[in-house]
């Protein structure tokens, strides 16, 4: 069965680069969740949409911005990277309140700030 | 707002052995979904239980089972014969209903299964 994919699935960056972090949702879901697990914690919600828009915002950082596109993929832009956003960003995806609620997970990418 | 507590930083189990992790939560919703989530080395997150909190009957999935008691806001996990492959990060996780909610976790359980 399909699954959430995640790319790239390892990122290293400088201080101050941007980086892009992409999220393809299991066929059908249209929603997109992003959490950040840094070293040792639990995920962290940052952003999520529903069809497109967003629905809800957590404590993502004003560096950061999402969006969700036609066909459902989304995209997390991380602008003036720190050492701080070195962690493990999860998408998961589900059909939101339309259906089974069950959230699955992506792999997830590792971004490494140097 | 809500709330997501596990108590146990870590435990330990022998294989074959049962073990219980145990997690509270602090809601003031009547309608929402608790969790367990598995993730082991690989970091990936693995979708363990789910209780839907309108159902009084425990869920059940083969050698998981969980203990959800809705007045005293707990949902711990029971794990019969446990196995080396059951070592892992376990966290629960709460999200409320009829809504594209995000899931709130729990600061985790480290599960070590020895031999």
């Known amino acids: 069965a399909a699954g959430v994919i995640q790319s790239p699935r390892h990122l290293i960056k400088e201080k101050r680069e941007t980086a892009t972090l992409k999220c393809y949702p299991i066929?059908?879901?249209?929603?997109v969740y992003w959490y950040q697990q840094g070293p040792g914690q639990d995920p962290q919600f940052l952003i999520s949409?529903?069809?497109?828009?967003?629905?809800d915002k957590g404590s993502i950082p004003d560096r950061f911005s999402a969006q969700q596109f036609s066909d459902y993929h989304s995209e997390l832009n991380m602008s003036s990277l720190e050492l701080g956003d070195s962690a493990l960003y999860f998408c998961?995806?589900?059909?939101?309140?339309?259906?089974?609620?069950?959230?699955?997970f992506g792999q997830g990418t590792r971004l490494t700030v140097v | 707002a809500q709330t997501v507590t596990q108590s146990q930083p870590e435990m330990s189990v022998q294989e074959a052995e049962t073990v219980t992790l145990s997690c509270t939560y602090d809601t003031s919703e009547s309608n929402y979904y608790l969790f367990w989530y598995k993730q082991p080395p690989s970091r990936q997150m693995i979708l363990v239980i789910r209780?839907?909190?309108?159902?009084?009957q425990n869920a059940t999935e083969n050698r998981f089972s969980v203990n959800f008691q809705k007045a005293a806001k707990s949902f711990s996990l029971k794990i019969s014969d446990s196995q080396l492959g059951d070592t892992a990060m376990y966290f629960c996780?709460?999200?409320?209903?009829?809504?594209?909610?995000?899931?709130?976790f729990g600061t985790g359980t480290r599960l070590q299964v020895f031999p």
């Open positions: 996780a709460f999200m409320k209903r009829y809504n594209t909610d995000k899931l709130i």
């Open positions: 998961a995806s589900s059909l939101g309140p339309r259906g089974d609620t069950e959230a699955f």
């Open positions: 066929p059908r879901h249209d929603t």
């Open positions: 209780q839907e909190a309108y159902k009084q």
């Open positions: 949409f529903y069809e497109k828009m967003q629905s």
